[in-house]
């Protein structure tokens, strides 16, 4: 089945140390999105790539960055994870001009330790 | 600014009840409205969806209810299941560009 991966499903990080999260998939979207998620609201969408053009929201820290270095994957790094940080981070995808919405991953749990 | 409001936060209903949550919006532009089901610690998954020149939409014993001149538009589950039990989002969409939009959520509990 055409889906959205998200790797690994729980990650625990410490303080200060680097985190790469990663996010493929199948359904040949042009368009990528990290989206925040803490508990018991709604997801906050941090980035976007339209192909390979990068979109940051205006209120996303410099900590957090991304790279697409292909139409499957996209990665989201945090530089140094600060104790906020820890939320669920989804990853989606769509198609401009789709006549659907987003599909989402599953998403990865971080903790910051 | 809210782009799309959402209420209630939360409900409790009885099972085989009826549950029900609003959504509004404000920028005519939108032109598609899902509604995400997600259970804890998953990703948001796609439940049922609307364009604006319908206004209702089943699927099951999930209804969307849209109010094209109010702005409104609503979930509706019948029979609700305990197995329904999970926070609902509301979203509008427009194209082109993918504006994406999520209400604030509701976390609905079904009770035996």
Known sequence: DAMVIQNPRYQVTQFGKPVTLSCSQTLNHNVMYWYQQKSSQAPKLLFHYYDKDFNNEADTPDNFQSRRPNTSFCFLDIRSPGLGDAAMYLCATSRVGGMDGYTFGSGTRLTVV | ?112
Request: charged share 15%.
């Open chain 2, 1 to 112: 600014q809210q782009q799309v409001k959402q209420s209630p936060q939360s409900l409790i209903v009885q099972k085989g009840g009826i549950s029900i949550i609003n959504c509004a919006y404000e920028n005519t532009a939108f032109d598609y409205f899902p509604w995400y089901q997600q259970f804890p610690g998953k990703g948001p998954a796609l439940l049922i969806a609307i364009r604006p020149d319908v206004s209702e939409k089943k699927e099951g014993r999930f209804t969307i209810s849209f109010n094209k001149s109010a702005k409104q538009f609503s979930l509706h589950i019948m029979d609700s299941q305990p197995g329904d039990s999970a926070t609902y989002f509301c979203a509008a969409m427009s194209r082109p560009g993918n504006q994406f939009y999520f209400g604030t959520g509701t976390s609905l509990t079904v009770i035996p």
